[in-house]
């Protein structure tokens, strides 16, 4: 079965740090490009980052870019968001998730249970 | 960016009715490859999103045969040809075109 269990969200202060972590389990991490979305509470989804299976590539929205860090470890089937100079308009629940079906394009077949990042003072 | 426009954004239905969600791309998700890069996505009362429909118009697996998707190009339609209880949450398109992948605003299907 599939799985993406997150971890590491929370109450941060504005400029502050937090990094968010995606373990995943029932497939082969290391072939597939995962993403992070972010929603937040009571509006639509937002694409944050995305990386490629081998980690060689990643791409941002422009809201994110030179502030977050997408990365993965192929070895413990983890996948990474360091997010820095957290403003408060980052606050939302942030989602994993990964393009695991074979199909031509970007899709979000399988997601993690969510993760709350609150910025506040 | 590709926006995307949903419509309409509540949809209340009567159970054993069928209901329909439209969807519309600021540019054309028809790729060279033939397909069109829409997904439909259903997020549940608190829960996480989860895939309905893929390349415009494949469920995904586990997907009730009441939820099919069509159109090409720039417009889009999700129907569900007899709703259930199950099927309330908020209903989302999104472009798996290029990046940013953008969704659209949502469409919250409720029970009358």
């Known amino acids: 079965e599939v799985q993406l269990v997150q971890s590491g969200g929370g109450l941060v202060q504005p400029g502050g740090s937090l990094r968010l972590s995606c373990a995943a389990s029932?497939?082969?991490?290391?072939?597939?490009?995962m993403h992070w979305v972010r929603q937040v509470p009571g509006k639509g989804l937002v694409w944050v980052s995305h990386?490629?299976?081998?980690?060689?590539?990643?791409n941002y929205a422009d809201s994110v870019k030179g502030r977050f860090t997408i990365s993965r470890d192929n070895a413990k089937n983890t996948l990474y968001l360091q997010m820095n100079s957290l403003r408060t308009e980052d606050t939302a629940v942030y989602y994993c998730?990964?393009?695991?079906?074979?199909?031509?394009?970007?899709?979000?077949?399988?997601w993690g249970q969510g993760t709350q990042i609150t910025v506040s003072s | 960016d590709i926006v995307m426009t949903q419509s309409p954004l509540s949809l209340p239905v009567t159970p054993g009715e069928p209901a329909s969600i439209s969807c519309r791309s600021s540019?054309?998700?028809?790729?060279?490859?033939?397909?069109?890069?829409l997904d439909w996505y259903l997020q549940k009362p608190g829960q996480s999103p989860q895939f309905l429909i893929y390349?415009?118009?494949n469920r995904a697996s586990g997907v009730p045969d009441r939820f099919s998707g069509s159109g090409s190009g720039t417009e889009f339609t999700l129907k569900i040809s007899r709703v259930e209880a199950e099927d309330v949450g908020v209903y989302y398109c999104?472009?798996?075109?290029?990046?940013?992948?953008?969704f659209g605003q949502g469409t919250r299907l409720e029970i009358k």
């Open positions: 390349l415009g118009s």
């Open positions: 540019q054309s998700l028809l790729h060279r490859d033939g397909y069109n890069y």
């Open positions: 999104m472009q798996g075109l290029q990046a940013p992948f953008t």
């Open positions: 990386i490629k299976s081998d980690g060689s590539y990643s």
């Open positions: 998730a990964g393009d695991l079906i074979a199909a031509a394009g970007t899709h979000y077949d399988y």
């Open positions: 029932g497939f082969t991490f290391s072939n597939y490009w």
